[in-house]
């Protein structure tokens, strides 16, 4: 009896022991999980979006707001007319832009199965929400959004970026100074948590919570907005006129680093990218590389100039004729030829077989080295999203021809932002900086200036005085002479490249390219201006050179930049 007693209460004991570790497990160590599952099931959360910063010219003026747009969701549960008809009530009031992207919507809604919610249009404005909303058609529904909004329209797309979505479905910026300063802009998500029934819906005298989204920080741009809308202009129509694919204009502050003005053509709009072909979306300034052709011949006199090797009025002993490198044979653009021609004569004309004679006194361990130096092979640091670099190859790796074509901006791939900055250390005295796009970040009334980045000093200040006098008699005495603003003296170099196709140089397809800078005492700016395959001339005289003429002289008025002489 005594045994089967004790047995009874080992056994209560026992279980007694088991339910405690079991509400211990629940009441303790679950306890977190289960708080977090019981929350669920009676609170639900939604995401509030936090305003983006907005963008501002140098001038203050806005280049880039939030407005307010709704995007259009159809309930399938309660739609009581057919897809059709649906189409039918709807196309009308969409504007024409957006038709061919409904219209596909439409057909991929017939062949959904099995959905209830469905996207049918984004970004409509109040006007179509109102129209739609008084066709009373049952199972549509908005939900609204800020959508960036820009006062200038397609002015600086290239520079701008756009805001699309991310894979979780908040917006993100792409491309541009949307993409590059997207964490400063895009701010902090809110949240709204409210009570749930068991069906999932608000409960309307239950609790609420707020966090508020913290707006995102506003930009302030070095850009000109004045300037930058005419050198818009001036590369659509210079684009046109000379029958070119595309074209470009960069225009930076040598003095610190500062870029004024950018721009690219074809452009897009940034409000609706979507509708624009993917390949629009990246900067050729800073995204694409080409081979420069001989407007980086100064920076590799520059080079030979610092260096000691060579003097402004030394005289090439090579120049009377073409130059033998192997089974090559290197010719004048024009096969003229200039025998004691000096460096400057070498600039003046254009001469390749003068480059390579000064090549070959440089040598490729030391040009390579200046190269470096001046930014050739790496990233300038510009503060736009996208940028890339060539690989500038080692230069063990170089031949005899090699060599030579490098000198005259053949058989080396660099970006149009590289080169103007390189050519910006010609023009300030030797220095190198980084080129900003941001002025100030703006935040609770408090301005963060972003200050000039010092990066290199490639050459010395005396080498960029005697390259700029190079560069002066350049203009002034070649084959752009003709086009040049009267009474201005402009330190600049023409370029045509030949284009690389399948291993060999089309002859009949160039890009053409005019750099320079000017006033030449204190520049206040450096520009570029390239075209892609001009048709009515293949040469940068002819095409890049007169368009960088006439832009030039819009900034000598809007900046009441006087003549250098009477």
């Not at 100039?305 to 030394?314: A, M, P, R």
């Not at 024009?334 to 000096?342: A, F, G």
């Not at 001046?374 to 736009?384: A, H, M, N, S, V």
């Amino acid at each position: 009896m005594e045994t089967r007693i004790k047995w009874v209460i080992i056994f209560f004991i026992f279980s007694f022991l088991l339910v405690f570790l079991k509400l211990f497990y629940w009441q303790v160590l679950k306890r977190p999980a289960l708080q977090s599952l019981a929350a669920n099931q009676y609170f639900s959360n939604v995401n509030l979006d936090a305003p983006r910063g907005k963008i501002y010219s140098s001038d203050g003026f806005p280049l880039v707001l939030n407005q307010k747009k709704f995007d259009l969701f159809l309930n399938l549960d309660n739609l009581k007319i057919t897809v059709d008809q649906l189409k039918e009530q709807l196309l009308p009031i969409i504007g024409e832009e957006e038709k061919e992207k409904f219209l596909q919507k439409i057909e991929l809604l017939k062949k959904s199965k099995n959905i209830k919610w469905f996207s049918l249009m984004k970004n409509l404005d109040e006007e179509t929400k109102t129209k739609i909303e008084n066709l009373k058609i049952n199972g549509l529904d908005f939900e609204e959004k800020e959508r960036r909004f820009y006062p200038e329209g397609n002015l600086l797309s290239h520079v701008l970026g756009f805001v699309g979505e991310s894979e979780k479905g908040t917006p993100q910026g792409y491309f541009g100074i949307e993409g590059y300063y997207d964490k400063e802009i895009s701010g902090k998500l809110g949240m709204k948590i409210f009570e749930k029934d068991a069906l999932g819906r608000p409960v309307f005298i239950g609790n609420e919570y707020f966090e508020k989204p913290i707006p995102g920080r506003n930009l302030v741009l070095n850009i000109d907005r004045p300037l930058q809308f005419l050198v818009e202009k001036r590369l659509a129509d210079g684009v046109k006129h000379y029958q070119a694919n595309s074209g470009l204009v960069a225009i930076i502050n040598p003095q610190n680093g500062a870029v004024i003005a950018m721009a690219a053509y074809p452009e897009y709009d940034p409000s609706t990218y979507y509708l624009s072909d993917q390949e629009l979306f990246r900067n050729p300034i800073i995204s694409s590389s080409f081979e420069p052709g001989s407007i980086f011949k100064v920076i590799v006199m520059a080079a030979a100039i610092d260096s000691g090797l060579i003097s402004k009025d030394d005289i090439c002993t090579e120049c009377g004729g073409p130059k033998k490198i192997g089974e090559y044979s290197i010719k004048t653009w024009n096969e003229k030829y200039y025998p004691n021609s000096t460096m400057t004569d070498i600039l003046v004309h254009s001469d390749n077989v003068g480059m390579v004679w000064i090549a070959e006194k440089l040598g490729a361990s030391k040009l390579y080295s200046y190269l470096k130096k001046f930014g050739i092979g790496e990233k300038t640091g510009i503060d736009l999203q996208g940028e890339i670099s060539p690989y500038l190859r080692d230069p063990n790796n170089w031949t005899r021809i090699d060599l030579a074509t490098i000198s005259f901006g053949q058989g080396i791939a660099v970006t149009p932002i590289q080169v103007l900055n390189a050519v910006s250390a010609i023009a300030n005295g030797g220095k190198i900086y980084q080129p900003q796009v941001v002025r100030s970040i703006l935040s609770d009334d408090e301005e963060l200036k972003i200050l000039p980045v010092e990066k290199s000093q490639p050459i010395s200040s005396q080498t960029a005085r005697i390259v700029t006098e190079m560069m002066v008699e350049a203009v002034e005495k070649g084959e752009a002479k003709w086009a040049k603003p009267k009474n201005y003296l402009i330190a600049g170099k023409t370029g045509t490249a030949q284009i690389p196709i399948s291993g060999h140089y089309d002859s009949e397809k160039t890009i053409a390219s005019f750099i320079g800078f000017a006033p030449i005492n204190k520049p206040r700016f450096v520009m570029l201006v390239s075209l892609q395959e001009p048709k009515t001339s293949t040469w940068g005289s002819e095409t890049a050179a007169p368009l960088w003429f006439k832009i030039a002289e819009d900034i000598f008025q809007l900046w009441n930049i006087q003549p250098d002489k009477n």
